[in-house]
């Protein structure tokens, strides 16, 4: 379930923009492979999208 704060809209457009501009963060060699980056990525995009039970901290509302 997405947060009902949140715009529907608005988090399409970053969540595209952050996956369509993560090829520059790649480079061969670096800390993190591919498969990695993509990992990280995705996690953050749902996890930071996804209704909590409780508030992430007390001061979080």
Known sequence: ???TDLDVHLVTLAIDG???WSYPWYREG???APEEIGESVSRACVTGAIARQRPICSWWR
């Open 30 to 32: 670096g800390g993190l």
């Open 18 to 20: 952050i996956t369509g």
């Open 1 to 3: 379930m997405i947060r």
